[in-house]
C-alpha cells in the first residue's frame, strides 16, 4: 500500500509533480515540507492567534459581523458544521481575506478586513502570512498542472485575485462529554486546495478510497495540503477531494487547546469552473458536471454548511 507523499517544495517542479500528484489522484491529500513560509513569521502568527483567543469572549464577539456567513472576523464557537451534520463543530475562529485596493472591481465578492485593535501587530502579521501562503500555493498548483500535462503557469491567471481564506483555529480543551460532537466533523473543503499548519497535533485523518481513516501527520512546520472540490470539479475527479475530520483527543492532550491555521486557497471569483478537457475521456462528456462560475460554486456550498 502506497502512502501519502511527504515532499519538498525546494526540488525543480518538474522532479516532483509526479510524486505529488500520484498522492492527491489517490489520497487527495500530501505533505509538504521546505515551504517558504519563513518560520519566524509561523512562529509569529502562533503568538497573535493565541492571543486573539485569549481575549474575554464579549471583545472577541465585539468583532463577529452577521449577514456575512463568517465571511471576514470572528465566527463564535460552535457555530459552525459540516454538510448533513447534524452536530456542529467544537471550534471558534478568525478570518482574514484579501485586501483590495479601494474601488476594485472585485470588492463585490470580498468584503474588507477586520482588524482587533487589542492584538498589536496583528494585521501587519496576517497580511505578510496571507501572502506567503498564496506564494507556496501557486507553486503546488505548478506541479500539480505539470502533473496534468499543462504548462507550469497554468493556474496563475486562474487564482489571480482569488477569493482566497486564511483561517486562524481554536480548539478548546475538549469536556469529558460533547454528546457526539467532535472538533471538525467529516468533511470536504470547498476551494482549490488547501494549505494547513498546525497538523502537528494529532487529530486530522483523511478517508481512504476503502473507507478507512488514516491519520495526517506532518513533521512540525511542514504543510499538510488538500484539494477541494473546485479543482476536483476542474479536473472531472482526477485530483481527489478526500473527506477528512479532526476528532477528539484523549488523555492529557484533552485537556489542551489546539491551534491550526489553513489557508483555502481560491479560483478568483469570476472564473468558470469547467471540466479541463484532458480530463474527459472520449464518449463520457454527458456525464460532467456543467460549468459553474466559483463565486456562485462558494455560495452554494456555504449555505450548505450553515455559513451563508
Known amino acids: ?107 463585490q465578492f470580498m468584503p474588507p478586513n477586520v ?13 505578510e502570512l496571507f501572502l506567503a501562503f498564496e506564494t507556496t500555493g501557486r507553486r503546488i498548483l505548478a506541479a ?16 489571480e485575485d482569488g477569493n482566497s481564506v486564511l483561517r486562524l483555529l481554536h480548539y478548546p480543551p475538549v469536556a469529558e462529554s460533547q454528546d457526539g460532537a467532535i472538533r471538525a466533523a467529516a468533511h470536504e473543503d470547498i476551494n482549490t486546495i488547501t494549505l494547513l499548519l498546525g497538523a502537528e497535533e494529532s487529530g486530522l485523518q ?38 477528512h475530520r479532526v476528532v477528539n483527543p484523549v488523555g492529557a492532550a484533552a485537556r489542551r487547546a489546539r491551534y491550526s491555521m489553513p489557508f483555502f486557497l481560491h479560483f478568483r471569483p469570476d472564473f468558470e469552473i469547467r471540466a479541463l478537457a484532458g480530463c474527459v475521456e472520449p464518449g463520457r462528456e454527458a456525464e460532467v458536471e456543467p460549468p459553474i462560475s466559483a463565486h456562485d460554486y462558494l455560495m452554494q456550498r456555504l449555505r450548505e454548511i450553515n455559513l451563508a
Not at 482588524?115 to 497580511?127: A, C, I, K, L, S
Not at 481512504?208 to 472531472?236: C, F, H, K, Y
Open 115 to 127: 482588524w482587533p485593535d487589542e492584538v498589536e501587530g496583528f494585521r501587519e502579521t496576517f497580511e
Open 206 to 243: 483523511l478517508l481512504s478510497r476503502e473507507g478507512e481513516w488514516i491519520a495526517v501527520a506532518p513533521p512540525e512546520g511542514a504543510l499538510a495540503v488538500n484539494i477541494g472540490d473546485m479543482l476536483q470539479r476542474l479536473t472531472n475527479g482526477v485530483m481527489r477531494s478526500t473527506t
Open 1 to 107: 500500500m502506497s502512502e501519502v507523499a511527504s515532499v519538498s517544495l525546494a526540488r525543480p517542479l518538474a522532479d516532483l509533480s509526479g510524486e505529488l500528484g500520484r498522492s492527491f489522484t489517490e489520497y487527495g491529500f500530501a505533505i509538504v515540507r521546505d515551504h517558504a513560509i519563513s518560520p519566524e513569521l509561523i512562529d509569529r502568527a502562533w503568538r497573535k492567534s493565541q492571543a486573539f483567543f485569549a481575549l474575554p469572549e464579549e471583545v472577541k464577539r465585539s468583532y463577529h459581523i452577521s449577514g456575512m456567513g463568517g465571511a471576514r472576523g470572528y465566527t463564535p464557537f460552535g457555530t459552525e458544521k459540516a454538510k448533513d451534520a447534524q452536530l456542529r463543530d467544537l471550534k471558534e475562529f478568525w478570518h482574514v481575506g484579501r485586501s483590495l485596493p479601494p474601488g476594485d472591481p472585485l470588492e
Open 144 to 159: 500539480i498542472a505539470l502533473h496534468l500535462g499543462l504548462p507550469e503557469a497554468f493556474f496563475d491567471p486562474t487564482v
